[in-house]
């Protein structure tokens, strides 16, 4: 039952039904591997959404509650996020929205598709919006810069292609995965937080490093040391991940 209302919270706070609607009436009119591509990439997300639901929000779900809860604040991310995504990820976003159209996606379909695994970052973002007292373009804004800064989107991507010969190897690392979801998080209200007395958003990140930033530099020269090594493997994952939720406390 809990499954199911996350299920039913998650499609309707981001109104998942328009974009199935706008997919379904391309039938017969683009590729099928390029809707079911398109499927696959909502259904991804509509995973992670639910089990954000189902362990991350504390209490008992109430699917009302829920949707009038997150729904707007997706909105309101939708709305903005080109102005808050920045570095690699404004390019893939760029890139993925350009490989949609020439596939044969109408434009705002294109774009919207492109969103959603950004999209995906929305709970956490209104969550914390709402901890910090802070207005979701700045939190987002933090959020994303953040994960340029510390590449936490490469490392997640490196996690994902960890050797799993079990279920015990899968658990791990999907909660490795989640655990740097987590520090992401964390790490966003530290900055905010800290933050307070400075109106700025963009670059945000880049002015906390320069204000409290001993530790989070350390962090960046291990960040660069790992991209920069042949291979990646759970060690050096773990520390980093380790490292990351001591700079927020966590």
């Given at each position: 039952?809990?499954?199911?209302?996350?299920?039913?919270?998650?499609?309707?706070?981001?109104?998942?039904?328009?974009?199935?609607h706008?997919?379904?009436?391309l039938d017969n009119k683009v590729p099928a591997d390029i809707l079911l591509k398109a499927h696959k990439t909502i259904r991804n997300m509509v995973?992670?959404?639910?089990?954000w639901f189902l362990t991350r929000l504390g209490k008992?779900?109430?699917?009302?509650?829920?949707?009038?809860?997150?729904?707007?604040?997706?909105?309101?991310?939708?709305?903005?996020?080109?102005?808050?995504?920045?570095g690699p990820l404004k390019t893939t976003l760029a890139r993925l929205e350009k490989e949609n159209l020439k596939k044969g996606l109408p434009d705002k379909l294109a774009h919207?598709?492109?969103?959603?695994?950004?999209?995906?970052?929305?709970?956490?973002?209104?969550?914390?919006?709402?901890?910090?007292?802070?207005?979701i373009e700045r939190t987002a804004t933090a959020?994303?810069?953040?994960?340029?800064?510390?590449?936490?989107?490469?490392?997640?991507?490196?996690?994902?292609?960890?050797?799993?010969?079990?279920?015990?190897?899968?658990?791990?690392?999907?909660?490795l995965?989640?655990?740097?979801?987590?520090?992401?998080?964390?790490?966003?209200?530290?900055?905010?937080?800290?933050?307070?007395h400075t109106k700025k958003n963009v670059g945000i990140v880049k002015a906390w490093i320069k204000e409290h930033g001993h530790q989070a530099k350390q962090i960046q020269n291990l960040m660069t040391d790992?991209?920069?090594?042949p291979g990646v493997d759970f060690p050096m994952i773990i520390l980093a991940e380790q490292r990351l939720r001591a700079l927020y406390g966590g």
């Amino acid at each position: 039952a809990e499954i199911a209302r996350s299920f039913v919270i998650v499609c309707q706070s981001f109104e998942l039904e328009k974009l199935w609607h706008s997919l379904e009436k391309l039938d017969n009119k683009v590729p099928a591997d390029i809707l079911l591509k398109a499927h696959k990439t909502i259904r991804n997300m509509v995973q992670r959404e639910c089990a954000w639901f189902l362990t991350r929000l504390g209490k008992d779900l109430d699917i009302a509650r829920e949707i009038m809860k997150f729904k707007e604040g997706i909105k309101h991310l939708r709305a903005c996020a080109d102005k808050v995504v920045s570095g690699p990820l404004k390019t893939t976003l760029a890139r993925l929205e350009k490989e949609n159209l020439k596939k044969g996606l109408p434009d705002k379909l294109a774009h919207d598709i492109a969103l959603v695994p950004i999209l995906g970052a929305g709970c956490d973002i209104i969550r914390i919006s709402q901890e910090s007292d802070s207005e979701i373009e700045r939190t987002a804004t933090a959020y994303f810069e953040l994960g340029d800064c510390f590449h936490l989107e490469w490392l997640r991507d490196q996690t994902k292609t960890l050797p799993s010969e079990d279920r015990w190897s899968d658990e791990a690392v999907n909660g490795l995965i989640d655990q740097l979801y987590t520090c992401q998080a964390g790490l966003t209200i530290r900055i905010l937080n800290d933050m307070k007395h400075t109106k700025k958003n963009v670059g945000i990140v880049k002015a906390w490093i320069k204000e409290h930033g001993h530790q989070a530099k350390q962090i960046q020269n291990l960040m660069t040391d790992i991209r920069r090594a042949p291979g990646v493997d759970f060690p050096m994952i773990i520390l980093a991940e380790q490292r990351l939720r001591a700079l927020y406390g966590g």
